[in-house]
């Protein structure tokens, strides 16, 4: 098993740069495929950004490709989130996720592959 607690989040304006981490607790972290999602009021949890257990490859959504950049140190247990050139529809609550195991290019982008989740950090940018 794998706990995980977001943090990081704020509020920035439009332009601007955020840095949210996950810090997860658990023996067996470096085992873990991580992924981020994000939720805004009233809609599906959608994809952000999925990273392998060896950090060696990296999935983004079309979204944030080119802006976002998730990267992991599994000495200390954390999987982070840099977030660049940030937009109004970018604002949401933004979770860390996680599964043991291998994911492909479509299970990965799939909130319901993960089995483990933070309680989520909110993100907010004003225009």
């Known amino acids: 098993q794998v706990q995980l607690v977001e943090s990081g989040g704020g509020l920035v304006q439009a332009g601007g740069s955020l840095r949210l981490s996950c810090a997860a607790s658990?023996?067996?972290?470096?085992?873990?495929?991580m992924g981020w999602f994000r939720q805004a009021p009233g809609m599906e949890r959608e994809f952000v950004a999925h990273?392998?257990?060896?950090?060696?490859?990296?999935y983004y959504a079309d979204s944030v490709k080119g802006r976002f950049t998730i990267s992991r140190d599994n000495a200390k247990s954390t999987v982070s989130l840099q977030m660049n050139s940030l937009k109004p529809e970018d604002t949401a609550i933004y979770y860390c996720?996680?599964?043991?195991?291998?994911?492909?290019?479509?299970?990965?982008?799939?909130?319901?592959?993960?089995?483990?989740w933070g309680q989520g950090t909110q993100v907010t940018v004003s225009s």
């Open positions: 996720a996680a599964r043991l195991g291998w994911g492909t290019p479509e299970s990965i982008q799939n909130p319901n592959w993960y089995r483990h």
């Open positions: 658990g023996r067996t972290f470096s085992s873990y495929d």
């Open positions: 990273i392998t257990w060896s950090g060696g490859s990296t």
